[in-house]
T-cell receptor
Framework: DAKTTQPTSMDCAEGRAANLPCNHS???????VYWYRQIHSQGPQYIIH???NNETNEMASLIITEDRKSSTLILPHATLRDTAVYYC?????????????FGTGTRLLVSP | KAGVTQTPRYLIKTRGQQVTLSCSPI?????VSWYQQTPGQGLQFLFE???????NKGNFPGRFSGRQFSNSRSEMNVSTLELGDSALYLC?????????????FGPGTRLLVL
C-alpha cells in the first residue's frame, strides 16, 4: 500500500508556481521522498528526490519538513506541458532496491 | 544517452496466448524493473532484475515472469493471457546501487488481450 497522501487534483495558472503537497507521516528514518510525474500516455518521469534537506534541480524544488512527515514539490513557473499526474513516493534506503509503490497521485492541470 | 526503449509499442493478442516484451535499459544501468498500469489498479510493480538476478517481486501470479541478460537487456513473459492482462507495461532502468529508486521509464508496451 502507498505510504503517502496527496490531493486528488490541483489547478495552476500558467507562469505561476505550482505547489504540490504530500503527507508521509509514517516515513522511517532512512527512507527517501521521491517525486515522479506521468504525462498522459507516457511513461513516468523522475523529477527529484530527497532525504532530509531541501533539494533543487532544473525541473523542481523539493521542500521536506523538519519532522519529515510531509513535503512539497514546487514547480516555480508552471507551463502547459507540466499538466500531468504527480506521484509522491516514499522508499529506498540507499542499501539496495526497494520497489516503488505508486499511489493515485495528484492530477495537476495548468491552464492558460 | 539514449533512453529506455521498449518493443513492441503495441500488441494485440487473444486469450490463452503468450507474449514476450522486451526492454533495453539506459547504457550503464544494471537494474531493470517492470510495472503494469491499468485504469483500475494504477501502476503496480511486477519485478526487478539486477545483474541477471531477480531481486524483488510484486504480487502477481506465476504467469508473469522475466529475465535479464548479461547486457542488462530484459524481457518479460506473460503466459496464458487473460482479458485482465490488457494494460500498459512499463519498463524502468536505474543504476541499481546505491540509488536504485531513481528510475527512468520507457514509453511502455500497450497490450490488448481479446
Amino acid at each position: 500500500d502507498a505510504k503517502t497522501t496527496q490531493p486528488t487534483s490541483m489547478d495552476c495558472a500558467e507562469g505561476r508556481a505550482a505547489n504540490l503537497p504530500c503527507n508521509h507521516s509514517t516515513i522511517s528514518g532512512n527512507e527517501y521522498v521521491y517525486w515522479y510525474r506521468q504525462i498522459h500516455s507516457q511513461g513516468p518521469q523522475y523529477i527529484i528526490h530527497g532525504l532530509k534537506n531541501n533539494e533543487t534541480n532544473e525541473m523542481a524544488s523539493l521542500i521536506i519538513t523538519e519532522d519529515r512527515k510531509s513535503s512539497t514539490l514546487i514547480l516555480p513557473h508552471a507551463t502547459l506541458r507540466d499538466t500531468a499526474v504527480y506521484y509522491c513516493i516514499v522508499g529506498g534506503s540507499n542499501t539496495g532496491f526497494q520497489k516503488l509503490v505508486f499511489g493515485t497521485g495528484t492530477r495537476l492541470l495548468v491552464s492558460p | 544517452k539514449a533512453g529506455v526503449t521498449q518493443t513492441p509499442r503495441y500488441l494485440i493478442k487473444t486469450r490463452g496466448q503468450q507474449v514476450t516484451l522486451s526492454c533495453s535499459p539506459i547504457s550503464g544501468h544494471r537494474s531493470v524493473s517492470w510495472y503494469q498500469q491499468t485504469p483500475g489498479q494504477g501502476l503496480q510493480f511486477l519485478f526487478e532484475y539486477f545483474s541477471e538476478t531477480q531481486r524483488n517481486k510484486g504480487n502477481f501470479p506465476g504467469r508473469f515472469s522475466g529475465r535479464q541478460f548479461s547486457n542488462s537487456r530484459s524481457e518479460m513473459n506473460v503466459s496464458t493471457l487473460e482479458l485482465g492482462d490488457s494494460a500498459l507495461y512499463l519498463c524502468a532502468s536505474s543504476l541499481g546501487y546505491p540509488d536504485a529508486e531513481t528510475q527512468y521509464f520507457g514509453p511502455g508496451t500497450r497490450l490488448l488481450v481479446l
